[in-house]
Every structure is written in structure tokens, then in C-alpha cells.
């Protein structure tokens, strides 16, 4: 059993309670980060005198040893360890020797894994920003091709006004580009070096920690060592982030499992995203859509594992603090792969635009605009309102849809219709006429498109 610490003990650690304890089997995803914040931290100690410049040259070259081992599966990282801070010091003192002892100088385990752990999320913030970023752009995309693409739009699941497949989707854009601002909210804010804390009361050393928050990127030092480790406010608002990303892709992956039904039709998906049924030859199933939308609630179950683990602990560090490693990782694996494999799909589905607008026509979506036009022919609302609603039922007792009727039957329940009436409830009336900002119309989404092109233009990716 490789541990750090021994001194104080005089008998083994059960090997149960050695494995209950250890964290090896998830923290040595870290390594890379247990790394780097090592190489910092001795540069800085020397820096300061703590250690000579050759003292610092040997520690830093067995470190990127490891590294370099690790990365090429030269060298294998296991149980035999306690944890990725051991599996790391015990391989630097066997490669280097004494000057390797003197690594953990003025450092405590409790200052290291919130160094890395917030090295790790500060990495993986970048990586899932560029994903969403990369569905924004699929989805813009879309968004350009569809602006005359005419579809109902729902309230109540029910078909109330028709919209375009465009406007339809770049209300998922604005979604995801406000996940993306709260990602880069958790990342500025986040983006302080809590090493040098020590395990609550700093240190006697004279380290420079402005020195290493500078190395390693940071906005600079935290401010409270015991806050520094025992914050995990970033991790809860990171899988706060995450949980709203995985209910927006929730929701638009619920839509394309109602479009792609035999009801609907109004999408066909691409067969790569597909799959079928082993005794029903007829089906094409939804099951990408259908995992994204089962996968969001593990990570809500992380978010609340973590805010139940934190609300009971006192200050500083406690044991308790090590649950939050493999429910974040597995949170941030879970959303990149539902990002990813979220934008192929969407990418690759092909919209049934005839199903479309006849769903939009046959879901009676331009009775609003039927009334608009009895009121702008001097018909009180209310009295407008009542009319069409004869209408519907005249409609639906047809089982016709409103372009569908006569002028007579349009006449023989109000004298004001006219034969302009047709030109007023078309799909391609009704929508272009909503001309604000924010609205269907081509004019507006054309608007609405230029900006977006200038967002993503200008916010690329995060920045340190």
C-alpha cells in the first residue's frame, strides 16, 4: 500500500478500510493535472529559494517522465496506490531519489486535489463549450435553410399558430447559447489557485502563490485557505450548467421523437442515429434522442449527490469531499457524449416540409389571423373571436381545414369575409407578417441570423 502519510500509525490499515479509503481507481484521471500543478509548485519553491535550481531540474524532469510513461502506457497507474498524489511522488522518489522527497514542500493533499480538480474542470469547461459551440453552429446552420419552412407551433402540445421550422429551432439556439454564457460565467469565476493553502492554515514557507496561480493560468491566489479547500461551490455550479444543458437537449430530443413518429412524420432520421426493432421489421426507432433524454437525469443525480454530500459539512476539509470526483466525472463524460453524438443527428435528420405546413393548415394554427382580419374590417375582438370559433366547428364537422372552405360557407356565417380572406390566412401571410424582432418572419429571422453569426464569430471559445 503506497500512502503519503504512516508516522502516526503503528498498525496496517485494514485492507478494507484501505480500499473503502483509497480514490485511486477514479482520481488517476488527474494525472495529467496532479502533474503539471506539481511541476508549478517546485518552480515556484525554487523561485523562493526553497529549493536550488538543480533540486528543481531533477523534480521537473522525472515529472514529465511520468507523464511522458503514462501517456505512451509505458507505465501503468494502479491499485497499489492510495490515490494519484502517491502513484505520482512514490514513482518521482524511485526515478530520482532524494530530491524527489522534497516535492510535497509547503504542499498538503487537501491544497492539491482542489488544485486539481479545478485544473480538471477548468479543462473539460473548454472542451464542452466547444461542443456546444459546434451544435450551435450546426443548428444556425439548419436555421438559414429553413426560414421558409412553415410548421405549427404548439402551447399545450396543441396546434395554436403557424411558425417556421427556423424559428422553431433558434428557440433551442438562444437556449444553448445561454448554456454556453454560463459556462464561461463558472469559468472566470472559478479560475483561482487555491495551492499554498496547505490542509487549512497555509503555510510557513514563503511561497509566492501569485507566482504559481500565474504558472498555471489562474486569475490569481485564493483568498481563505480554509475556503480554498473545502470549496465545491464551482463543481455544483459546473453540474448545475451541465443538468441545463442535458434538460435543453432533453426537450428538443422529446420534439424529434414526436416529429419522427408515424403521427407526425415531420422528421426522418438518418439511419447512422437509428436503429430498428428485432421482431418488428417496420420500425426505425429514435434511440439516440431517446438515450439523451434518458441520460438527463443522471446528471441531475449528480448535481443533487453533491449538494446533499456538501450541505452538512463544517469547515475545512472532510473526507466527505472525495464523492464529488467520480459523480462530476462521470457527469462531464455523459454530457460531452450526449453533445456530440446530439449534433451529428440533428445535423444528419432530413424535415418533411409538405407534412409540415399541412399539419400547420389542418391544425386550424391561422384561426388567430382570421380573426385579425374581421377585426381590421371594424369586427369588435370579442365578436371576431366568436366567429372564427364557428368556424373551427364548421371546419371540423367537414373535416376541412379554413383555406379549404368556400367564400360562400365563409360568407354564410359572417358577410365581411371576402375573397381576400385566402391571401390573409395563408401560412406564408400569416407568418411573414410578424415582423418584430424575436418573430417568424423571414425579415426578422434574417436579423436574428446576422447576430447569431456575429456571437459566434466573436466568442470562439473561452478564454484563460
Known amino acids: 500500500m503506497a500512502q503519503l502519510w504512516g508516522g502516526r500509525f503503528t498498525k496496517e490499515t485494514d485492507q478494507l478500510v484501505y480500499n473503502f479509503n483509497a480514490s485511486i481507481s477514479f482520481d488517476q484521471k488527474l494525472y495529467k493535472q496532479d502533474i ?25 524532469d522525472g515529472l514529465k517522465g511520468i507523464l511522458d510513461d503514462v501517456d505512451r502506457g509505458v507505465l501503468e497507474i494502479t491499485s497499489e496506490y492510495e490515490d494519484i498524489h502517491s502513484f505520482v511522488e512514490a514513482n518521482l522518489i524511485e526515478r530520482v531519489g532524494e530530491p524527489g522527497k522534497k516535492l510535497h514542500t509547503g504542499r498538503s493533499r487537501n491544497d492539491q486535489v482542489a488544485l486539481d480538480m479545478k485544473l480538471y474542470v477548468r479543462d473539460e469547461i473548454k472542451e464542452i463549450d466547444q461542443l456546444v459551440k459546434e451544435l450551435l453552429e450546426a443548428l444556425l446552420q ?27 429551432i433558434g428557440a433551442y439556439f438562444e437556449m444553448f447559447k445561454r448554456d454556453r454564457q454560463r459556462l464561461e460565467d463558472i469559468y472566470h469565476r472559478m479560475n483561482f489557485c487555491p495551492l499554498g493553502s496547505g490542509a487549512l492554515a497555509g503555510t510557513t514557507y514563503p511561497l509566492d502563490r501569485e507566482l504559481t496561480a500565474s504558472l498555471l493560468g489562474f486569475t490569481g491566489p ?25 434538460m435543453h437537449l432533453s426537450r428538443f430530443s422529446e420534439e424529434i421523437i414526436i416529429w419522427n413518429s408515424n403521427e407526425y412524420q415531420f422528421v426522418e432520421i438518418d439511419d447512422a442515429y437509428s436503429t430498428g426493432s428485432s421482431i418488428m421489421p417496420q420500425k426505425k426507432n429514435p434511440d439516440i434522442a431517446e438515450l439523451v433524454r434518458g441520460k438527463t437525469g443522471r446528471v441531475y443525480a449528480a448535481l443533487t449527490s453533491v449538494l446533499t454530500t456538501m450541505k452538512g459539512i463544517p469547515l475545512a476539509y472532510n473526507k466527505d469531499m472525495q464523492e464529488d470526483k467520480e459523480l ?6 455523459t454530457v460531452k457524449g450526449c453533445v456530440a453524438l446530439f449534433t451529428g443527428m440533428v445535423s444528419t435528420m432530413k424535415f418533411k416540409k409538405e407534412v409540415m405546413e399541412k399539419s400547420a393548415k389542418n391544425g386550424f394554427t391561422n384561426a388567430t389571423d382570421a380573426a385579425d382580419y374581421l377585426v381590421n374590417h371594424g369586427v369588435p375582438f370579442r365578436d371576431a373571436h366568436s366567429i372564427v370559433g364557428q368556424l373551427v366547428l364548421y371546419c371540423l364537422d367537414k373535416n376541412i381545414s379554413l383555406d379549404e372552405m368556400s367564400l360562400e360557407e365563409y360568407q354564410s356565417i359572417s358577410p365581411v369575409f371576402e375573397k381576400d380572406i385566402y391571401d390573409a390566412i395563408s401560412m406564408k401571410t400569416c407568418v411573414e407578417r410578424r ?14 441570423i446576422q447576430i447569431n453569426k456575429e456571437y ?9
Open 36 to 60: 503539471r500543478g506539481s511541476i508549478a509548485h517546485v518552480t515556484m519553491l525554487a523561485a523562493q529559494g526553497v529549493l536550488t535550481e538543480e533540486e528543481k531540474e531533477i523534480i521537473v
Open 142 to 168: 439548419m436555421i438559414e435553410k429553413h426560414t421558409e419552412t412553415y410548421m405549427p407551433g404548439f402551447t399545450h402540445l396543441q396546434k395554436a399558430q403557424p411558425v417556421t421550422l427556423a424559428h422553431h
Open 222 to 246: 485564493t483568498l481563505n485557505s480554509m475556503d480554498s479547500v473545502s470549496d465545491r461551490d464551482y463543481i455544483i455550479e459546473l453540474l448545475s450548467a451541465l443538468s441545463t444543458i442535458m
Open 328 to 333: 462530476t466525472f462521470d457527469a462531464i463524460d
Open 435 to 448: 415582423t418584430t424582432i424575436g418573430a417568424p418572419s423571414k425579415e426578422a429571422m434574417e436579423k436574428v
Open 456 to 464: 459566434l464569430l466573436k466568442n470562439a471559445c473561452i478564454l484563460d
